[in-house]
């Protein structure tokens, strides 16, 4: 074997080294039962929480020049409580009063649950899959007479556009909100032994804040595949990746991780 393909081979291999500490790139958890709290005290390692992207909401006239009016659009498909958050308050300032009868479709049941917070809930006009987008579609598929507005980011996943051009329908995507790079450039001389991810964007903002970023013993946990290619693409070495069959969530991957390091130590 080359000495650059051994060099590639140990890139490539996951490092196992003792975890003291993690960086979350998500905002604190409100609940105080979040298994982050639990795995913290559980295997005694501090965990911070550093959002490395936030959320900046569309104005009215951002809306308007993407040519969308609201009361043209009986069917709302909402992915993420966000982009419900993002609709209401748009209609709140363009003094649109929702009618009754609109139609609202989300991939799971938490997001279903979530348009409590602005409208009355009835099932016979809310409809939500199990989850999958695969569902979501499934779901529409029933209601395809409608003229369905989707609310989003400026980022919108391209499986989402692939599924509704799918299935036929009267459909318009509106970037009601978008994903904004955090400045953290007190993090510039801190160091932590684990950097979790959890989207292409939380990457991104890593190399905009610091372009020099150097990986060295700095163990790169990500979640998802997106977040996983996206993290090779940037050169980094994945030491701790989620979800698997084995651990279906960020916080179990990070124990089983922290585990066989710390008992090597």
Do not use: C
Request: charged share 30%; net charge positive.
């Amino acid at each position: 074997m080359s000495k650059k393909e051994n060099k590639q081979e140990n890139k490539d291999k996951p490092l196992i080294k003792k975890v003291k500490s993690i960086l979350v790139s998500q905002p604190k958890p409100q609940n105080e039962k979040s298994p982050y709290f639990n795995l913290s005290k559980k295997l005694k390692v501090k965990v911070d929480f550093r959002p490395f992207i936030h959320v900046e909401g569309a104005s009215v006239k951002d809306v308007r020049r993407q040519k969308i009016d609201l009361s043209q659009y009986d069917s709302i498909i909402f992915t993420s409580r966000t982009a419900i958050d993002h609709y209401f308050r748009i209609a709140e300032e363009m003094r649109y009063n929702i009618p009754n009868t609109n139609r609202y479709f989300t991939p799971s049941e938490t997001v279903a649950k979530y348009l409590q917070k602005y409208i009355v809930y009835r099932k016979r006009r809310i409809f939500y899959g199990d989850g999958t987008l695969k569902s979501l579609g499934e779901i529409i598929k029933k209601y395809p007479q409608g003229k369905f507005l989707l609310p989003s980011s400026d980022k919108l996943k391209p499986e989402i556009p692939q599924l509704l051009n799918s299935l036929g329908i009267n459909w318009k995507s509106g970037m009601f909100f978008k994903t904004v790079i955090s400045d953290l450039s007190d993090l510039a001389d801190v160091y932590y032994d684990v950097l979790v991810f959890f989207s292409p964007s939380g990457i991104e903002s890593l190399f905009h804040n610091f372009p020099d970023f150097k990986q060295n013993d700095t163990r790169i946990a990500v979640f998802g595949n997106n977040t996983y290619q996206a993290a090779l693409d940037r050169g980094l070495r994945v030491d701790i990746k989620a979800p698997t069959k084995e651990t279906p969530s960020m916080t179990m991957a990070l124990e089983k991780y922290i585990k066989e390091a710390n008992k090597r130590s």
